[in-house]
């Protein structure tokens, strides 16, 4: 489902980036991803949904090879990788629905079927009833559950999350790890990058650590004695 061959991403001038990561996620999992500050963690996230593409090794999403990808084939790809940010990143101006709906559009499914799937997608997170309101009258969780709807609506197998519960307090960050496991329940592949450890040890997930761009640990972490 995501692999990554011995892959690299440099930037010039800065020692950030991905050095010589190698993984492996299979279909279906739930994989956390975490480390310090400038360990790698968005940079890795933006290579799987091609926001970026590496400097060396390979990496495969779905079947895809993405270094043989060309630029007219990735909105392809992209509607198999569904992408949630911290910051939300909602149109102010457009309604719950509309943003929702967005990816939808672009995508050129029909009015009926947009209308039955952003409905389904809102009641999924609990934001039927504020489906026509603009995102600045939401608090901070609820603008998060619109941009998850926004990254399921079109049912995509994979979904990435980047810091989703970063501004967000101890019980909301529960109840959107709790939308993530039931979307895992259904059969997404989820790889979420966070540096909330205290949230997810209790979940006794699988969990890759990135330390200055290395992948230094692989596997299901120990709760603190």
Same mark, same amino acid.
């Given at each position: 489902m995501i692999r990554f061959d011995?892959?690299?991403?440099?930037?010039?001038?800065?020692?950030?980036?991905?050095?010589?990561?190698?993984?492996?996620?299979?279909?279906?999992?739930?994989?956390?991803?975490?480390?310090?500050?400038?360990?790698?963690?968005?940079?890795?996230?933006?290579?799987?949904?091609?926001?970026?593409?590496?400097?060396?090794?390979?990496?495969?999403?779905?079947?895809?090879?993405?270094?043989?990808?060309?630029?007219?084939?990735?909105?392809?790809?992209?509607?198999?990788?569904?992408?949630?940010? @911290?910051?939300?990143?909602?149109?102010?101006?457009?309604?719950?629905?509309?943003?929702?709906?967005?990816?939808?559009?672009?995508?050129?499914?029909?009015? @009926?079927?947009?209308?039955?799937?952003?409905?389904?997608?809102?009641?999924?997170?609990?934001?039927?009833?504020?489906?026509?309101?603009l995102p600045l009258t939401l608090s901070g969780g609820e603008q998060q559950r619109v941009g998850i709807a926004r990254a399921v609506v079109s049912k995509p197998p994979i979904v990435l999350a980047d810091e989703p519960t970063g501004n967000l307090d101890p019980a909301l960050s529960r109840e959107i790890m709790d939308l993530f496991r039931q979307f895992n329940q259904v059969g997404v592949t989820l790889l979420i990058a966070t540096h909330d450890l205290a949230l997810i040890q209790p979940l006794g997930r699988r969990t890759l650590v990135l330390d200055q761009g290395r992948l230094v640990q692989d596997g299901v972490p120990r709760e603190p004695a």
């Open positions: 011995n892959v690299s991403k440099t930037y010039p001038g800065s020692s950030g980036g991905l050095r010589e990561v190698s993984l492996h996620i299979e279909p279906g999992e739930m994989v956390f991803l975490t480390g310090h500050s400038g360990a790698g963690k968005s940079t890795l996230l933006k290579l799987v949904g091609l926001l970026e593409r590496s400097s060396r090794g390979q990496v495969w999403v779905n079947k895809h090879n993405l270094n043989h990808l060309k630029s007219r084939q990735v909105p392809l790809l992209r509607r198999e990788v569904g992408m949630i940010f @911290q910051d939300h990143r909602l149109l102010t101006d457009r309604t719950v629905f509309d943003n929702v709906a967005l990816p939808l559009v672009v995508t050129g499914v029909r009015h @009926q079927e947009i209308r039955r799937r952003v409905q389904a997608a809102l009641d999924k997170v609990g934001l039927l009833k504020k489906a026509r309101s």
